[in-house]
């Protein structure tokens, strides 16, 4: 085969490849530090829309402080750039839902 064969055969198998969402971009399966970047960011998401109601203020100080300490100890076990930008949103979404939770109240 020719170089301009084997470069058209490699980009045609790149182009082939469907993209697909994943934090593993060494290749390697990291399961529970996934699982642990999902959470904080779905328990920031949640401490930050039940941080504004006066009423919920309970469960949005619980959420936000579990997201962030979920969100520290994954970023220590963090081994991808991916999902490092992943659980610092996480942290900082789950900061600021239970900042806003203490102010309605907190615990």
């Known amino acids: 085969m020719t170089q301009a064969q084997v470069q058209a055969e490699s980009q045609a198998q790149g182009q082939s490849r469907a993209w697909r969402l994943s934090l593993n971009s060494d290749g390697r399966r990291h399961p529970f530090i996934n699982a ?10 949640v401490a930050l829309t039940i941080g504004m109601l006066n009423v919920a203020h309970v469960a949005g100080s619980i959420l936000g402080v579990t997201g962030m300490v979920v969100g520290l100890i994954a970023q ?8 490092r930008i992943v659980i610092v949103f996480g942290i900082v979404v789950s900061f600021v839902g239970m900042g806003l939770a203490f102010a309605h109240g907190g615990f």
């Open 36 to 45: 642990a970047a999902a959470y904080a960011v779905l328990a920031g998401l």
């Open 76 to 83: 220590m076990m963090s081994v991808t750039r991916l999902e």
